[in-house]
C-alpha cells in the first residue's frame, strides 16, 4: 500500500504489536490486539474484548478521541462497497436497539473493507 494511497483513505493492515505499544494506556491488563488497520492517521482496532476506534483531531493529531465499543453492545453492522461512480465504501455499526448508526466509517475505494468486515463478524460470533 503506498503513501497515495494512505492519503486517499484507503485502510492498511497495520502491526498488531505496535498497535498494542501504542494503545498500552488504553488496554486491560490481558487484552492483545487481533487485528488493525490504519486510515490516513486514524486506526480501526479488533481487540480480545471490543473495538476500538482511535481519532486524531486536528492539524498536528495530538488530540486524540477513543471509541470503546464492546463486541456484545453491537447488534448489526453493514458494508456498502464502492462503485463505479460512488467510489465511497463505508461501513456502519448499530448499538443495541438503536435506530441510526452509532458510528459510520468511510472508506475509499478500499478493498481492505471486506476484511474489516470479516473481522467484526467474526468477533460478533465468539
Known amino acids: 500500500m503506498s503513501i497515495f494511497d494512505g492519503l486517499m483513505g484507503n485502510a492498511s493492515q497495520h502491526n498488531n504489536k505496535a498497535v498494542e505499544e501504542k494503545l498500552e494506556d488504553v488496554l486491560v491488563i490481558g487484552e492483545t490486539v487481533s487485528l488493525a ?16 476506534l482511535v481519532d486524531k483531531q486536528g492539524m498536528t493529531g495530538k488530540k486524540v478521541e477513543y471509541k470503546s465499543i464492546p463486541y ?10 464502492s462503485g463505479h461512480f460512488d467510489l465511497d465504501a463505508e461501513l456502519k455499526i448499530w448499538i443495541s436497539s438503536a ?28
Open 72 to 81: 456484545r453492545s453491537i447488534s448489526r453492522f453493514s458494508v456498502e462497497t
Open 37 to 52: 488497520f490504519k486510515l490516513v492517521r486514524d486506526l480501526i482496532v479488533f481487540t480480545d474484548f471490543r473495538l476500538i
Open 99 to 126: 435506530e441510526l448508526p452509532a458510528e459510520t466509517i468511510q472508506f475509499r475505494k478500499d478493498k481492505n473493507i471486506v476484511a474489516v468486515q470479516k473481522a467484526l463478524a467474526l468477533a460478533l460470533s465468539k
